[in-house]
Nanobody
Framework: QVQLVESGGGLVQAGGSLRLSCEASGITFRLTRMGWYRQAPGKQRELVASITGGATPTYRNSVKGRFTISRDNDKKTVTLQMNSLRPEDTAVYYC?????????WGQGTQVTVSS
C-alpha cells in the first residue's frame, strides 16, 4: 500500500529555517503530484506547495520566496525547505500524494515557530 513518511519538523525561532522531508513507497512516484499541506489549530488544512512529476512547483502566496519544494524521483522523496519562518507558519505539516483520482496522506509533522 502507499505510505508517506515525513520527517524534519520541530521548534524554531522566527527567522529560522527547517527542512521537511517525505519518503514515499508503494506508488509510481514519477507520475505523482506531491504536495505539502498544513493545518493550524482551529483552521482548515491548506496547500503550502506542490510539485508535479516533472518538477514544476507551485506555492501559496504567503510562502513565496521563503519556501522551496523539490523532489528526487530516484529516491522517491519530496522536500520542503522553509526559510525566514514566521509564527504564522506554525502548524502540522502533511505530505500529500496525488495520483489519478487518489489522494494519500502522511501522518503529519509539527512545525512550531516562536516569536
Amino acid at each position: 500500500q502507499v505510505q508517506l513518511v515525513e520527517s524534519g519538523g520541530g521548534l524554531v525561532q522566527a527567522g529560522g529555517s527547517l527542512r521537511l522531508s517525505c519518503e514515499a513507497s508503494g506508488i509510481t512516484f514519477r507520475l505523482t503530484r506531491m504536495g505539502w499541506y498544513r493545518q493550524a489549530p482551529g483552521k482548515q488544512r491548506e496547500l503550502v506547495a506542490s510539485i508535479t512529476g516533472g518538477a514544476t512547483p507551485t506555492y501559496r502566496n504567503s510562502v513565496k520566496g521563503r519556501f522551496t519544494i523539490s523532489r528526487d524521483n530516484d529516491k522517491k522523496t519530496v522536500t520542503l525547505q522553509m526559510n525566514s519562518l514566521r509564527p504564522e507558519d506554525t502548524a502540522v505539516y502533511y505530505c500529500n500524494a496525488q495520483l489519478f483520482n487518489s489522494d494519500y496522506w502522511g501522518q503529519g509533522t509539527q512545525v512550531t515557530v516562536s516569536s
